[in-house]
């Protein structure tokens, strides 16, 4: 429990960083994201997954 919290603190972390540092580059992307089909956001989103969990498991191994 302690490792999802502590993934779940980094990701507000990051995403807190995308608020503060670039703001207007957040608000643009948004903007374009109804615009791309649901297939190439499902992609994106199954690749993250996995890169992510190949990082933990290269990780904590």
Known sequence: ???FLTGF???LVIE???YA???SSLKRMAAMLPALP???LRLFGLI???LG???VWLIRG
Do not use: I, K, R
């Open 1 to 3: 429990m302690a490792d």
């Open 9 to 11: 603190a980094f990701f």
């Open 16 to 18: 807190g960083l995308v």
């Open 21 to 23: 540092l670039a703001p």
């Open 38 to 40: 649901d297939g190439q």
């Open 48 to 50: 993250s997954v996995t």
């Open 53 to 55: 969990v190949g990082l």
